[in-house]
């Protein structure tokens, strides 16, 4: 079963985040991910719960795909410069 990689980003300095957008894209790729949609228009219907900021959405084959991504030793020193110029929730969950 598909699982889908969610991360909402406030991005608090655009001109690094780019760095981390080149590094990072390959290292997905690297997993089985896919990304399924990066930023874009968003249309707010309902914010009781959540008012999202940017969306990057990723899909990978499986749940063990996408945290093995998100756990790798390779991206730790990537979701750093993630974490020095933004503020994120990410959220792994199983698609159908």
């Given amino acids: 079963m598909s699982a889908y990689v969610i991360v909402d980003t406030k991005i608090t300095d655009a001109d690094a985040y780019e760095g981390y957008k080149a590094l990072a894209r390959p290292l997905v790729e690297k997993h089985g991910g ?12 309902e914010t009781e719960l959540w008012a999202p900021t940017r969306i ?6 499986d749940m063990a795909s996408a945290r093995a991504f998100i756990n790798s030793d390779e991206y730790a020193p990537i979701k750093a410069i993630r974490h020095a ?12």
């Fill in 34 to 45: 896919i990304y399924r949609a990066r930023g874009g228009e968003m249309d707010l219907v």
């Fill in 56 to 61: 990057v959405l990723l899909e990978f084959p």
């Fill in 85 to 96: 110029n933004a503020e994120c929730t990410t959220v792994i969950f199983e698609g159908v």
